[in-house]
């Protein structure tokens, strides 16, 4: 039997459940690092402090801001408010990686959530340890909601797929 170039000798450690190498998964989450990396320096190099740009009407705005705190600038006051997130997201970040190549996840749905989970970590990870603040800048302006950026559109939308991964893996185990 002949095989995959993916896959690795060992058990276990080598492939994801759903035969993707872990190191594959690692790969696109080091090129959704890079994007967010690429997005973050052109709001900085093209973009004021404070300076708001309709995209979609009163639908989406640039609005370049800084965060020194978490979502919500939680955070932000306590002195050692940047050392408790950077701590906290590199062991989040580490039990992901961990999960991605112990194969724990079933499918490709739940790596795909930790890959998400792991880039948009690392890409605000990245920001708070040189500059100790996150640059946001995506502002969905007719609800009024949170600034953001693409870090935090990763973290929120791999923790919406890992929960979707957990309730789809519970229906299963129910039948």
Not at 26 to 45: E, F, G, I, Q, S
Not at 48 to 62: A, F, K, M, W, Y
């Amino acid at each position: 039997m002949r095989r995959s170039m993916f896959a690795s000798r060992r058990r276990g450690y080598g492939r994801s459940r759903c035969g993707v190498a872990p190191w594959i998964w690692l790969l696109l989450a080091a090129a959704l690092v890079a994007a967010d990396r690429l997005t973050k320096l052109a709001v900085v190099a093209h973009m004021q402090l404070g300076e708001d740009i309709p995209v979609l009407g009163p639908l989406l705005h640039l609005y370049y801001l800084r965060n020194t705190g978490a979502a919500f600038s939680l955070f932000d006051t306590l002195a050692f408010g940047r050392w408790l997130l950077a701590g906290f997201t590199i062991v989040l970040v580490g039990v992901c990686i961990w999960v991605l190549f112990a194969g724990k996840l079933r499918g490709w749905l739940g790596n795909l959530a930790l890959t998400l989970i792991i880039a948009g970590g690392i890409g605000n990870l990245i920001d708070r340890l040189t500059t100790g603040e996150v640059v946001d800048f995506l502002y969905v302006k007719i609800i009024h909601f949170a600034i953001f950026n693409v870090a935090d559109s990763f973290v929120v939308v791999g923790a919406v797929l890992l929960c979707l991964c957990f309730l789809l893996q519970e229906k299963r185990g129910a039948r």
